[in-house]
């Protein structure tokens, strides 16, 4: 398997780096702070197949991904409507990648140089519509000058999206597809995870993946300056992988918490959760080994956590809701491709 130098690993997700000098370089442009690429699902990927009911916000449909973004609900439960700048959930449809002749699964040999600032969604401006106090009037402007604590996470990965094309993977640079991520939590275990389900869609042929941010009844915290657009810090994040064998499917539902409320009130991650948080360029020199399965959870639990409900249709889904595996499905290494978080090509052990 082709090993990929850590220094292709940049900020919230890796680069599609091949370890190759002649792998192609796609720089992500920008129309006046808007995306030039369409935005149009494939017509051949089913982002919407799993995606959850229960949310109230607008949805759109990209060609890597499809989502939901917060409305003025009450996410806090303080009686008063708010907007927390953070999608509900994000559903992809995510397709192997096809073994080359000598049995080797490898990404697309294109190097993306992402937008220089995300690109602006217009149709989210009730964020900064009548709040006058907001000058700053871009979701972007909030993450910028917290990168070293907050990564703007995706939740659509921008090297899932690249084996559709170089454009759909520029167009996972917008607010519809991220949270404020603690720097080594997405850098490290997320990205682990991500890396996992690229492995097992080669394995597999296909996979479902719905994922988002978690809020509790608790005050929200944001990122933000006073005259920014409020972006609040998640309590945790869901990821549901969905995958399906003749006719019949099978899911794995996991939750990260993201304790985010530092000393005096100032957001910071939580030091007790952050000490596991090891990012992947630190877990090889810390020994570190990733276990996603330790947040594993039920379907069921990630309903009662985010007022969604998984499979509403499905005859099975009772079953499905309360089922609670104790492992990841097992990939094994030849089907990992790309660039390995820690070195590690093992998760899951049936």
């Not at 002749?101 to 149709?123: F, L, Q």
């Not at 000058?145 to 759909?168: K, L, T």
């Not at 993977?169 to 939590?185: E, G, I, L, R, Y």
């Not at 978690?214 to 972006?231: C, G, Q, T, Y």
């Amino acid at each position: 398997m082709k090993k990929i130098d850590l220094a292709c690993l940049a900020a919230a997700v890796f680069l599609a780096c091949t370890g190759s000098a002649s792998a192609e370089r796609f720089d992500c442009g920008s129309d006046r702070g808007a995306s030039p690429y369409v935005l149009a699902p494939t017509g051949v990927h089913d982002h919407r197949r799993f995606a959850p009911a229960g949310a109230t916000g607008p949805t759109r449909d990209f060609a890597a991904f499809a989502a939901a973004f917060d409305d003025d609900d009450d996410d806090n439960q303080d009686g008063r409507p708010d907007l927390t700048g953070n999608p509900t959930w994000v559903a992809y449809h995510l397709l192997g990648v096809a073994p080359t002749a000598d049995g080797a699964y490898e990404e697309p040999n294109v190097s993306i140089d992402r937008p220089d600032r995300w690109y602006r969604s217009d149709d989210l401006s009730n964020h900064w519509i009548a709040r006058p106090w907001i000058t700053a009037s871009r979701i972007d402007d909030s993450y910028r000058g917290v990168g070293r604590v907050w990564n703007r996470g995706h939740f659509a990965m921008a090297d899932h999206a690249q084996r559709i094309g170089p454009e759909a993977s520029c167009n996972t640079h917008v607010f519809w597809n991220a949270s404020p991520q603690a720097a080594d939590f997405n850098q490290g275990p997320w990205l682990h995870l991500e890396t996992y389900t690229a492995a097992l869609s080669n394995m597999v042929g296909e996979i479902w993946i719905i994922t988002g941010p978690i809020f509790d009844d608790a005050p929200l915290r944001n990122i933000a300056e006073p005259h920014e657009v409020p972006v609040a810090v998640p309590h945790a994040f869901f990821k549901i992988i969905v995958r399906e064998i003749d006719g019949a499917i099978d899911v794995r539902a996991l939750i990260f918490e993201h304790p985010s409320v530092g000393p005096h009130g100032h957001v910071q991650p939580d030091p007790a959760e952050a000490a596991g948080w090891i990012n992947c360029r630190s877990a090889g020199r810390a020994g570190h080994t990733y276990t996603p399965a330790d947040n594993l959870v039920a379907l069921r639990d990630v309903e009662a956590r985010t007022g969604l409900r998984f499979l509403p249709d499905h005859p099975l889904r009772a079953d499905l809701v309360d089922r609670q595996p104790d492992s990841l499905w097992h990939v094994p290494e030849p089907y990992w491709s790309g660039y390995l978080c820690g070195g590690q090509a093992t998760v899951g052990a049936d």
